[in-house]
């Protein structure tokens, strides 16, 4: 389930239990504690006042880590960072290459 569709689901399941009269830090809570813990674990990193700011946030979190889990699957994501630093390497490297 994603970020947006729990929050539709929270609101009507708080609209049914008549919790609508939750004070804003107490919805606060309720929201970031029902997010999955990988997305939670980011969300915590960010100072947030109000729901509305969380609910800004956390789809962008959950936005951010698919993308890093796309590429960590397809391999893009190893292979841009390890031959990045080694092809920096080389240039800054004048030396002849070694054999071994």
Request: one cysteine or more; aromatic letters at 12%.
């Amino acid at each position: 389930m994603c970020v947006d569709e729990y929050y539709k689901l929270m609101e009507s399941m708080l609209l049914k239990l008549r919790l609508q009269f939750e004070s804003e830090e107490e919805k606060v809570a309720r929201f970031v504690s029902g997010l999955r813990r990988d997305i939670q674990d980011l969300v915590d990193l960010y100072e947030y006042s109000s729901l509305e700011k969380v609910l800004h946030l956390a789809p962008k979190v959950e936005t951010q880590l698919q993308k890093k889990k796309e590429a960590k699957s397809s391999g893009s994501y190893n292979d841009y960072y390890s031959s990045t630093w080694k092809d920096k390497e080389r240039k800054h490297d004048k030396s002849p290459p070694k054999s071994y």
